[in-house]
């Protein structure tokens, strides 16, 4: 299946949206590749672009000056999108980085020609509305994970909302993410296998 018919299958799948209307978008896609340790986003950069990922991973993470360490705030997978939501929506300039943690491909749209659509089309509005809600229960999920579930809680939601990470990325960015220390989720690990 050529990337763009898994585009349009997944804004069927996710929005409802009709042939006709994805139609209207199709001058405005375009494919980019990035490999492993390339920016999608750099820190203060206004993000300008929505892609879905046709294969790879992509995390978005801070510096903590103070340690120097990377600290992990959000993943994107394959099937899903990337983008630096808040700089994207608001154009004003990112907060963290949005970086490949794998070779990765995606398919992008700007964020002029995607409000363009939105002036055109309400199922387009659609789209961004359940964009927004998304990106919010993202956020409000992760936040409720680290003050409601456990350490292992909140590594089985993980793999499950990303399975391939397991496989495809180091263990240090899956324990950062998760406000953990590596050796805590080798236990949790080992404790699962052994179940």
């Given at each position: 299946m050529?990337n763009?018919?898994?585009?349009?299958?997944?804004?069927?799948?996710?929005?409802?949206?009709?042939?006709?209307a994805f139609?209207?978008?199709?001058?405005?896609?375009?494919e980019?590749?990035?490999?492993?340790g390339e920016?999608?986003?750099?820190y203060?950069?206004?993000?300008?672009?929505?892609?879905?990922i046709?294969?790879?991973?992509f995390?978005?993470?801070?510096i903590?000056?103070?340690?120097?360490e990377d600290?992990?705030?959000?993943?994107?997978?394959?099937n899903?999108?990337?983008t630096a939501?808040?700089s994207f929506?608001?154009?004003?300039p990112c907060?963290?980085?949005?970086?490949?943690?794998?070779?990765?491909h995606?398919?992008?749209?700007?964020?002029?020609?995607?409000?363009?659509?939105?002036?055109?089309?309400?199922?387009?509005?659609?789209f961004?509305?359940l964009?927004?809600?998304?990106?919010?229960?993202?956020?409000?999920?992760?936040?409720e994970?680290f003050?409601?579930?456990?350490?292992?809680?909140?590594?089985?939601e993980?793999?499950?909302?990303?399975?391939?990470?397991?496989?495809?990325?180091?263990?240090?960015?899956?324990?950062?993410?998760?406000?953990?220390?590596?050796?805590?989720l080798s236990?949790?690990?080992?404790r699962?296998?052994?179940?």
């Amino acid at each position: 299946m050529r990337n763009t018919e898994i585009l349009k299958a997944t804004f069927k799948d996710f929005a409802g949206m009709s042939e006709e209307a994805f139609d209207l978008s199709s001058n405005f896609w375009h494919e980019k590749s990035f490999k492993k340790g390339e920016l999608f986003n750099d820190y203060r950069n206004v993000c300008k672009e929505l892609g879905f990922i046709v294969e790879g991973i992509f995390r978005s993470y801070i510096i903590d000056y103070k340690s120097g360490e990377d600290k992990n705030i959000f993943f994107f997978s394959q099937n899903g999108f990337v983008t630096a939501y808040k700089s994207f929506v608001r154009q004003i300039p990112c907060e963290y980085y949005t970086e490949a943690l794998t070779d990765a491909h995606i398919i992008c749209i700007n964020i002029f020609d995607l409000q363009n659509l939105y002036r055109q089309s309400h199922e387009w509005e659609r789209f961004g509305r359940l964009t927004a809600e998304m990106a919010a229960n993202i956020v409000i999920e992760r936040t409720e994970s680290f003050l409601l579930k456990s350490p292992e809680e909140r590594y089985l939601e993980l793999i499950k909302t990303h399975p391939e990470l397991n496989d495809n990325v180091p263990l240090y960015h899956i324990s950062s993410y998760l406000g953990i220390q590596g050796p805590s989720l080798s236990r949790i690990r080992k404790r699962i296998a052994g179940r």
